[in-house]
């Protein structure tokens, strides 16, 4: 019998609404607070950083699916719906019972699955009558794709790229002026916010929570701008859900259901987009789907962090969000995954964390590589730096099936290429990558921070 490799979906079956998990927990999510008074937040209290449309759906615990615009799936056709693969070749290198999919969000034009929240976040902003949108990245890759999504409806685009990354990854930054975007690192002299990080420490290599800072603030101080974020947020992860809605048909058309669902953990929207709509089966219909964020090693958020309300940003201007959390000023580790060097953990998955319907573990960094590598020479795709996370968790879990000769089913998500990450490559191949540890006296130090609530 011949092997399918590749299982694709027509144009008609790209999904004409979102998923929104936060109607079926049985768990809500514990409120936003306004970081002045402690009260919950109201949509209103939402819209002077983002659009309404967003602010509505961020909130939004009622509703479980939400009509994707017709404008926005129409522009999802232009690379929707993405192939489902079979990892053949993975598993015959891992000699492993384990049968491995990978939804691939690479084959993109932008390289991502960031393109799938841009889209909608641009198109409200646009409906709603803003003319400008800021919005913060680490390795590049939400920049590139909110600065198309920006181009598409006619908005002008600044970024703030954390400085390290612009550094590492220099294209990605080009890719961003292509489509007509300004990009700044982060921390910069542009904003009150980052002049105050680069007095406290003139050397600081940034992270997502300063550029975040300087995003919101020019936000904030500019008319008609409003502020796009790349994950992390509630309305971010349901626009991802694209992602899991396409592979749960498809797994269909394969004949399998996933035992494990895998996905690499920055702020949650990758993961959240392709696991909460299996998520919904465990919570409703009792189904026993593992689901495993891969995080990495060096920024240790939900095996390491605390449950505590917490700024989204460095400067303190985000709500408090109730989350896992290394504290708001944690400096992570100058990883090549720079989409993962985030300090916190989203609001939803925080929950699902707590309620153990989820779980997450670390990667080492020289472990991500190996994996990469691994997939690359197997399966002929080089993932992003951040996408090897997950698949170091796939292999660690294919092996577990080798040894029990258990027969698992694996679903894991390749977020995106890493043909603009070579000089990572090149820096692992050339053995000069190392891995970082966090001690858990930095940690806690880090934690001191934490406003009390």
């Given amino acids: 019998m011949e092997k399918q490799k590749r299982f694709i979906l027509p144009e008609n079956d790209i999904p004409t609404q979102w998923y929104n998990i936060q109607a079926d927990m049985v768990n809500k999510p514990m409120p936003l607070l306004n970081p002045v008074t402690h009260r919950p937040l109201a949509v209103e209290d939402l819209t002077h950083i983002f659009c309404e449309a967003c602010s509505q759906q961020e909130l939004d615990t009622e509703h479980a699916w939400i009509d994707i615009p017709e404008e926005v799936r129409d522009r999802y056709k232009y690379y929707r719906a993405t192939p489902l693969v079979r990892a053949y070749a993975l598993e015959k290198a891992l000699d492993t019972p384990a049968h491995i999919f990978f939804k691939n969000e690479s084959t993109n034009p932008l390289g991502s699955h960031k393109i799938n929240s841009a889209?909608?976040?641009?198109?409200?902003?646009?409906?709603?009558?803003?003319?400008?949108?800021?919005?913060?990245?680490?390795?590049?890759?939400?920049?590139?794709?909110?600065?198309?999504?920006?181009?598409?409806?006619?908005?002008?685009?600044a970024v703030y790229q954390v400085k390290i990354s612009i550094q590492q990854k220099p294209y990605r930054s080009s890719i961003m002026r292509t489509f007509g975007a300004t990009v700044e690192g982060s921390p910069s002299m542009s904003t009150r916010a980052g002049k105050n990080i680069i007095t406290r420490e003139p050397n600081h290599p940034g992270s997502l929570g300063t550029a975040i800072s300087e995003a919101i603030e020019l936000?904030?101080?500019?008319?008609?701008?409003?502020?796009?974020?790349?994950?992390?947020?509630?309305?971010?992860?349901?626009?991802?859900?694209?992602?899991?809605?396409?592979?749960?048909?498809?797994?269909?058309?394969?004949?399998?259901?996933?035992?494990?669902?895998?996905?690499?953990?920055?702020?949650?929207?990758?993961?959240?987009g392709l696991a909460f709509p299996f998520m919904r089966h465990n919570i409703k219909d009792g189904w026993k789907t593992e689901f495993i964020a891969a995080e990495p090693a060096s920024c240790p958020?939900?095996?390491?962090?605390?449950?505590?309300?917490?700024?989204?940003?460095?400067?303190?201007?985000?709500?408090?969000?109730?989350?896992?959390?290394?504290?708001?000023?944690?400096?992570?580790?100058?990883?090549?995954?720079?989409?993962?060097?985030?300090?916190?953990?989203?609001?939803i998955i925080s929950q699902l964390l707590k309620d153990r319907l989820m779980y997450g573990v670390d990667i080492p960094q020289l472990e991500s590589f190996d994996a990469a590598i691994l997939f690359a020479r197997t399966e002929g795709i080089i993932p992003a730096p951040e996408s090897g996370h997950a698949i170091a968790a796939v292999?660690?879990?294919?092996?577990?099936?080798?040894?029990?000769?258990?027969?698992?089913?694996?679903?894991?998500c390749l977020s995106g290429h890493g043909l603009i990450d070579m000089t990572a490559y090149d820096n692992y191949i050339n053995g000069d990558l190392r891995n970082y540890t966090i001690t858990d006296e930095e940690i806690a130090k880090s934690l001191e921070a934490v406003p009390e609530v």
Avoid at 128 to 156: I, K, M, P, R
Wanted: proline share 4%; aromatic share 10%.
């Fill in 219 to 272: 936000a904030t101080t500019t008319p008609h701008c409003k502020y796009t974020l790349g994950s992390v947020l509630n309305h971010v992860t349901l626009h991802q859900t694209v992602i899991g809605l396409e592979a749960e048909r498809q797994m269909e058309l394969a004949g399998e259901y996933p035992d494990q669902v895998i996905a690499c953990f920055g702020g949650g929207s990758n993961f959240g």
């Fill in 301 to 347: 958020k939900l095996t390491r962090g605390k449950f505590e309300y917490d700024f989204g940003d460095e400067a303190g201007y985000t709500p408090l969000l109730p989350m896992y959390t290394l504290g708001h000023d944690f400096k992570p580790a100058n990883i090549h995954a720079g989409g993962l060097r985030y300090h916190g953990a989203g609001v």
């Fill in 119 to 157: 889209l909608p976040q641009c198109y409200y902003c646009k409906q709603e009558g803003t003319t400008n949108v800021t919005t913060e990245t680490g390795a590049g890759q939400w920049g590139a794709a909110l600065s198309y999504a920006a181009s598409v409806f006619g908005l002008e685009a």
């Fill in 395 to 412: 292999i660690r879990e294919a092996r577990k099936c080798k040894e029990s000769g258990e027969s698992k089913t694996i679903l894991f």
